[in-house]
T-cell receptor
Framework: GQNIDQPTEMTATEGAIVQINCTYQ??????LFWYQQHAGEAPTFLSY????GLEEKGRFSSFLSRSKGYSYLLLKELQMKDSASYLC??????????FGRGTSLIVHP | KAGVTQTPRYLIKTRGQQVTLSCSPI?????VSWYQQTPGQGLQFLFE???????NKGNFPGRFSGRQFSNSRSEMNVSTLELGDSALYLC??????????????FGQGTRLTVV
């Protein structure tokens, strides 16, 4: 089975940096995804990590440590539009990603 | 390239009825997955179809079923609806397993309300 854990809610200030953590326990590992989902909208792909280390993509970066079963999503220079739910998902042996319950990020002025 | 299209966007049904939801994947994608999203449980995997065959299945009762057509369009059916089936049903397509990018692309979802 697979178990994915991430905080339920986080708040941060516009312009700041926030780190959303995700820990997982899976049988088999093919990769870890981060998705962003605004209220009432479809999840959109942010990043995909297969190997250990940091992947940077503009204001967003994602880190993976396979030995620790740990990932984080780092959001820099926060903007109001970054207020959304951030979903961590792990792809196991079947390639079907299992999603965590998501972290609701609230960015305030 | 058109994205993933789900129809209808909203649906209200009565307990005991059945419902069919439709999903058209991104052109060229043969893998279509269905998820149920509720505030309490998050995104839960229902099943995945690839080339008209169910390739993976989640832990949902037999009232939930699906199929995929030769053009990769997929439908899911829920019979004998229960109040707890009220949720956002999301469809995702990908080219995973075909040497393509692994990420899934989601449709806007169908919001099902059972009364």
């Amino acid at each position: 089975g697979q178990n994915i854990d991430q905080p339920t809610e986080m708040t941060a200030t516009e312009g700041a940096i926030v780190q959303i953590n995700c820990t997982y326990q899976t049988s088999g590992f093919n990769g870890l995804f981060w998705y962003q989902q605004h209220a009432g909208e479809a999840p959109t792909f942010l990043s995909y990590n297969v190997l250990d280390g940091l992947e940077e993509k503009g204001r967003f970066s994602s880190f993976l440590s396979r030995s620790k079963g740990y990932s984080y999503l780092l959001l820099k220079e926060l903007q109001m539009k970054d207020s959304a739910s951030y979903l961590c998902a792990v792809s196991g042996g079947s390639y079907i990603p299992t999603f965590g319950r998501g972290t609701s990020l609230i960015v305030h002025p | 390239k058109a994205g993933v299209t789900q129809t209808p966007r909203y649906l209200i049904k009565t307990r005991g009825q059945q419902v069919t939801l439709s999903c058209s994947p991104i052109s060229g994608h043969r893998s279509v997955s269905w998820y149920q999203q509720t505030p309490g449980q998050g995104l839960q995997f229902l099943f995945e179809y690839f080339s008209e065959t169910q390739r993976n299945k989640g832990n949902f009762p037999g009232r939930f079923s699906g199929r995929q057509f030769s053009n990769s369009r997929s439908e899911m059916n829920v019979s004998t609806l229960e109040l707890g089936d009220s949720a956002l049903y999301l469809c995702a397509s990908s080219s995973e397993g075909e040497g393509g990018s692994p990420e899934a692309f989601f449709g806007q979802g169908t919001r099902l309300t059972v009364v």
